[in-house]
Structures are given as structure tokens and as C-alpha cells.
């Protein structure tokens, strides 16, 4: 028998007991009508919608979920009654059918079936019963009462109808398996029936052993999530889907017993697999822990720089306090001592006037004292004046002198007393005012020396500046008049360039007037005889035109080189044109010249002018 490992979760104790009659109505009742009311505020049809999204429960309430949806009763009494029957006899050899080496876990099945086999006695019959009971009591062995509640709820509601046939596997089940699966895959179905595999074979072990030996740990658990929330049909139709999920490995099966070593093989290579996706979760676990760890160590390396900043912004902050601190506490000091001082001076002046108060009262005192004994002194007088002699006239006299000399005495050295104690107190009054004086004087004195030193240290600072400044500001200076000057050799030669280049133009135009002076008087000329020629041909039409030809030739003579070229182009009309449009050219020409002679002269005056300003701006 094949055996997972996991860890059991421990479910809560029952807060209430409930009789085993009580048990049996519960898991026979009508399951339809109570399918939505379950205990502790649970809905059936939430949690079926929490698992179809997830496909299983969570892992940490999945026992709490089973036993509301199975509705367990949790009765105490009942199960210790059949607990305290002690091990049915069928059960005694346990271990030597099913060798368990956890001896705890063998204890556990042992109680479970025992009190199974007490509580109906078919079980005790029963062969597939520990292959049955096996994972739930692995998964609940540290509650057995849950465990003994769960399998006796799975074995009436899932699998009531299994004992039909007893001893025999349950044949009106397993034809229900396999008409479904004779409507969903007919080639498997056929496939076995021609290799005589029944559905003993093929779906009898999975239902015995309520598929732990096919199916890993965590598979188990999502498979009775879903077992344990649906109708009691659906265990049947796992058994379908698992062998139709096989069925490439079933096909290829010919033998008998090659049908039972896929089942193994199929469950040693999910086995495999799982162990295979646990290796690869675990290094991937491994490397993103590995990420994190850096991720975290260079966040910790930039919270260990922001805090070393923070120091030390903090550091100067209380460095700057500090010093304020200090400076604040040398002013209270000094206020202190003042105030000390003050508080002494108004504390002798106090002593000093309670000790002139306390005179006053003396004397006041005194001086009562003394008019009783003048008022007794003069009464007794009064009494005895009549019985006195003169002989006692002159001691009392006598005694009244030598009272009147004690009282001056007496009066004479208490006012030296006062007088003395008035010039000890004028003395002291005058030392600490002296003293006062000469501290305050002090403390001004360090003040004043230490703002004329902070002003020296100022002046000092802005003097080097200001050098600083000046040096720079000569250098740039420096600099400006040499390229001035570079600037001023540049536009005196441009300067003579251009009056060379005027002056050649300026002869030019002379040239140009001259030439146009002579084309004019030729042109004149030309159309002046033109004109006689006409009146003389209009006056004598049949008149010859030699001798005007002779004539103009005469004429001719004494014209410039240009009228020559005029009487040539009365013979030649292309050389009239060519003529004129020279003229032409040459007054456009003219013209330009003028124009351009006046935009020189106007820029040579600005730059007379600009020279005649730079001298002043370079003394300046």
C-alpha cells in the first residue's frame, strides 16, 4: 500500500454533543434541501464558487470547511463508548497485513477501524475497509473522533450502495461507471472489453482505495474539496475522467497484467513529476530569494548612504547649534552673574535697612524706657524733695551729673558705631559699583574689539576682491585697446584703399563726361545738318546732292574723331544703334557713379568723424 507524508491539520473541538441516533438522521436526511444551510454562517453555494475559481480550498480552513459541509455532529459520548470496547478482534494482526512503521499511525487505524467494526458489524467483513480509512486517518490522527465521524459520513452518503453484493465488489456501481464511460469514450471501453479488463480491474481499485495510491498528497485534498461539495455521483465520475485521462497508456496495453503496471507507473510518474515540480519550485524559490536578497542589500546600501548624508547635514546642524548653544549660554551666564550680583546688592540693602529699622525700634524703645525712668526719677523727686538735705541735694545733683555724662558717653559712641557701619557700607556700595563698572567696561571692550576685528577681516576680504576686480577689468581694458588699435591700422588702410579707388573712379568719370559732352555736340551737329538738308531738298527737289556731300566732308573735318563716326553711321544704320545704345549705357553709367561718389563721401565723412571721436573715448 503506497503511503504520502504531510502534515495533519488539528481541527477545532466541538461545542456541542449530539446522540448517534441524531448522527444517522443528519447523514440520511435530505441532502438537497439543506445543500445552502450550513453551520457557523457557511454557504454551500459561495463555497462552490470560491472552489470552481480556485480549484481548491485554503489549505489553513480546508478541515473547518469538511466539516461544515459534511455537517459533522461531534459526539463525545457516542465514540468513547465504542473506543472503551477495545480492539475488535478482527483487527488484532493489523501489522501484519499493513506493515506502518509510524507505530502511532497503526494505533490510530487500529482505534478507527475497531470502532467501525463496534459501531456496524459489516465493517468488520469488510476487506478494502483500512485501504479505505488509510489517508483520512493519516490526516486526522491527532482527532480521532473527527476521523471516525468523517469516514462513517463518507462511507453512508458516498458509499451506501457498495454493500449490495457483499462480499462482492459492487457490480450495480461499477456498471454505472462503466455506461458513462461507455458514453464518453467507447474506443476505451472497447479497448478493454476486447482484452476481458472489467471494471474490477480498471475502476474497483480506485474506488477501494478512494484514490491515495494514484494521487500525490495535495491532489488527494483538492479532489475531496470537490468530492465533499458536489453530489455523491461525482466520485463515480472521477473514477471515469481518471481512466480517460490514462487512456494513451491503457490503449497500448495487450495483456492482463500490463493494465495493473500502468496504474503503477502512472502513479510512480506523478509521483516523479511532483517531485520534479517541488525541485524546480524550490530553486526558483532559491533565485528569487537570491533577488531579494540583493534587491534588499542595495536598498540597505542607499538607506546606509541617505543615512550617512542625514548624519552629516545632522552633524553640522548641531555643530551650528552648538556654537549658538554656546554663545546662547555665555549670555546667560554673564546674565546670570549680573543678576547674581544684582540680587546681592538688593539683598545687602534689604539687611541694611532692616538693621536701621531694628535701630529705629531700639532707640524708640530705648527712649520710652528712658521717660519712665524720668517720669519714676521725677515722682520720686517729687516724694523725697521734702525729706532731703543738702547734703543729699548735692549727691543727687552729683549722681544727675554723672548720669547726664554716661547717657552723652553712651550717645557719643553709638553715633561713632553708626557712623562707622554707614562708611563700611558706603565702602562696599562703592567696591562692587567699581567692580560693575569695570566688568561691563570689559565686556564692552571684548565686544567692540571683536566687531572691529570682524570688520577688519571684511574690509580685508572686499579689498582683495576688489583688486582682484580691478586687475581683470585693466587686463580686459588692455586688451580692448589693442584690438582698437588693430581695428584702427585696418580702417586707415581701407580708408586709403577706397581714396585710391575713388580717385580712379572720379578720373573715370571725368572721362565718361567728356566723351558724353562730344556724343552730344556730334548728335546736334548731325541733326542740324540733317534739318538743312531737308529745307535745302524741300526748296529745290532736282538740286544734286554733291556738293552737300562735298560739303559735309569739308564739314567734317573739323568735327571731333566721334562726328566721323556719326556721318559713317548715316551710311551704316547698325552702327547708329550700336552708338546709341552706348549713350544710353553711358548716362545709366554716369548715373551709378554719381550715386556711388556720394555714398562714399557719406562714409568716409562718418568715419572722419568716427576717428575724431575714438581719441577722446581713449583718453577717457
Known amino acids: 500500500m503506497k503511503v504520502t507524508s504531510g502534515r495533519v491539520q488539528q481541527p477545532a473541538k466541538s ?18 434541501s439543506k445543500k445552502n444551510e450550513l453551520p457557523d454562517g457557511l454557504n454551500k453555494k459561495r463555497l462552490q464558487i470560491l472552489l470552481k475559481g480556485y480549484g481548491e480550498y485554503p489549505t489553513k480552513y480546508r478541515m473547518f ?46 482505534r478507527t477501524l475497531s470502532a467501525l467494526a463496534h459501531w456496524s458489524v459489516i465493517f468488520s467483513d469488510t476487506p478494502y475497509l483500512p485501504l479505505l480509512a488509510f489517508p483520512f486517518v493519516k490526516l486526522f490522527q491527532n482527532n480521532q473522533l473527527i476521523c471516525f465521524e468523517v469516514i462513517a459520513t463518507l462511507i453512508i452518503n458516498w458509499c451506501q450502495h457498495w454493500f449490495e453484493y457483499f462480499p462482492n465488489p459492487p457490480i450495480n456501481i461499477l456498471s454505472m461507471i462503466e455506461n458513462v464511460l461507455a458514453f464518453h469514450d467507447k474506443e476505451l471501453l472497447q479497448h478493454f472489453i476486447d482484452h476481458d479488463i472489467t471494471s474490477q480491474l480498471y475502476a474497483w481499485p480506485l474506488l477501494e482505495t ?3 495510491e494514484v494521487l500525490t498528497r495535495e491532489e488527494w485534498l483538492k479532489l475531496f474539496d470537490n468530492i465533499f461539495s458536489n453530489h455523491p455521483s461525482f466520485l463515480l465520475m472521477t473514477v471515469v475522467a481518471y481512466n480517460m ?3 494513451v497508456p491503457l490503449l497500448n496495453c495487450n495483456l492482463k497484467d500490463d493494465f495493473e503496471t500502468v496504474e503503477d507507473m502512472q502513479a510512480e510518474v506523478d509521483q516523479q513529476r511532483v517531485e520534479d515540480e517541488a525541485w524546480y519550485q524550490k530553486q526558483e524559490l532559491l533565485r528569487k530569494a537570491e533577488e531579494t536578497r540583493r534587491e534588499m542589500l542595495l536598498q540597505e546600501e542607499e538607506k546606509i548612504i541617505q543615512q550617512r548624508q542625514r548624519l552629516a547635514a545632522v552633524k553640522r546642524e548641531l555643530k551650528v547649534k552648538e556654537m549658538h548653544l554656546q554663545d546662547a549660554a555665555r549670555r546667560r551666564f554673564l546674565k546670570l552673574q549680573q543678576d547674581q550680583q544684582e540680587m546681592e546688592l538688593r539683598r545687602l540693602d534689604d539687611e541694611i535697612g532692616r538693621k536701621v529699622y531694628m535701630r529705629d525700634r531700639e532707640i524708640a524703645a530705648t527712649a520710652r524706657d528712658l521717660e519712665m525712668r524720668q517720669l519714676e526719677l521725677e515722682s ?17 545733683k552729683e549722681m ?13 559712641e553709638e553715633h561713632m558705631f553708626h557712623k562707622l557701619i554707614e562708611a563700611g557700607e558706603t565702602q562696599s556700595q562703592k567696591t562692587q559699583k567699581m567692580i560693575k563698572e569695570n566688568l561691563a567696561k570689559a565686556e564692552q571692550a571684548c565686544l567692540n ?17 576688489r583688486n582682484k576686480c580691478y586687475q581683470e577689468v585693466a587686463k580686459l581694458l588692455r586688451e580692448n585697446r589693442r584690438k582698437e588699435i588693430e581695428i584702427l591700422n585696418a580702417m586707415v588702410e581701407q580708408e586709403a584703399k577706397k581714396w585710391k579707388e575713388a580717385e580712379g573712379k572720379e578720373f573715370c568719370l571725368r572721362s565718361a563726361k567728356k566723351a558724353s559732352a562730344l ?3 556730334s548728335r546736334k551737329w548731325f541733326l542740324k545738318q540733317e534739318i538743312n538738308a531737308a529745307v535745302e531738298h524741300a526748296e529745290n527737289p532736282c538740286h544734286k546732292e554733291e556738293p552737300r556731300f562735298q560739303n559735309e566732308q569739308e564739314d567734317s573735318s573739323c568735327l571731333p574723331r566721334t562726328s566721323h563716326l556719326n556721318d559713317s553711321s548715316e551710311m551704316h544704320p547698325s552702327t547708329q544703334i550700336s552708338l546709341n545704345r552706348r549713350a544710353v549705357e553711358w548716362d545709366t553709367t554716369e548715373q551709378n557713379l554719381i550715386q556711388k561718389v556720394r555714398n562714399l563721401r557719406q562714409r568716409l565723412t562718418a568715419q572722419a568723424r568716427h576717428r575724431c571721436q575714438t581719441p577722446h573715448l581713449l583718453a577717457a
Open 15 to 32: 461545542r456541542e454533543k449530539i446522540q448517534t441516533r441524531i448522527l444517522k438522521q443528519d447523514l440520511t436526511g435530505d441532502f438537497e
Open 65 to 110: 470547511i469538511w466539516r461544515s459541509l459534511l455537517q459533522l455532529p461531534e459526539n463525545h459520548t457516542a465514540f468513547s463508548s465504542l473506543i472503551d470496547k477495545g480492539t475488535h478482534v478482527t483487527f488484532l494482526n493489523l501489522q501484519k497485513k499493513y506493515p506502518i512503521k509510524s507505530r502511532k499511525l497503526l494505533r490510530v487505524l487500529q
Open 210 to 212: 478512494v484514490f491515495s
Open 245 to 247: 485521462c490514462s487512456r
Open 380 to 396: 520720686q523727686k517729687r516724694l523725697y524733695e521734702k525729706n532731703l538735705t543738702e547734703n543729699q541735694a548735692a549727691v543727687a
Open 400 to 412: 544727675r551729673a554723672d548720669a547726664d555724662a554716661y547717657r552723652r558717653k553712651v550717645d557719643l
Open 449 to 465: 574689539t571683536d566687531w572691529q576685528i570682524q570688520s577688519l577681516h571684511k574690509q580685508k576680504c572686499d579689498d582683495l576682491q
Open 519 to 521: 556724343s552730344d555736340a
